[in-house]
């Protein structure tokens, strides 16, 4: 099992910026590819960015690439979202998520993704 909790949502004005983490913790953790998607509100949860376990390889959504940079710290067992240049349509619950097995390849498909934080609310305001 691996258990993520993420921090650092808040709210902010439109080109601020703002980082979110998320904590993991249990079996094997930093061994696993992690990804953030977020949810709008009667929207679907879409992917945002991932990374590799190594920390080696990032990858984006065309709606945040260039304005968000995600980051891991595998001794700390975190992995964290920097975003830039924020705007309206950024307001989302964001998740962080684990792969459901580790050692393998970064994913923007959220079934391949067996753990999942609780989320934290991030709010840009015009």
């Known amino acids: 099992q691996v258990q993520l909790t993420e921090f650092g949502g808040g709210l902010v004005q439109a080109g601020d910026s703002l980082s979110v983490s998320c904590a993991a913790s249990?079996?094997?953790?930093?061994?696993?590819?992690m990804g953030w998607f977020r949810q709008a509100p009667g929207k679907e949860r879409l992917f945002v960015a991932s990374i590799s376990f190594t920390g080696a390889n990032t990858y984006y959504s065309d709606s945040v690439k260039g304005r968000f940079t995600i980051s891991r710290d595998n001794a700390k067992n975190t992995v964290s979202l920097q975003m830039n240049s924020l705007r309206p349509d950024d307001t989302a619950v964001y998740y962080c998520?684990?792969?459901?097995?580790?050692?393998?390849?970064?994913?923007?498909?959220?079934?391949?993704?067996?753990?999942w934080g609780q989320g934290t609310q991030v709010t840009v305001s015009s």
């Open positions: 998520a684990a792969r459901s097995h580790p050692f393998t390849s970064t994913s923007s498909s959220s079934s391949d993704y067996g753990y």
């Open positions: 249990g079996r094997a953790s930093s061994h696993r590819a």
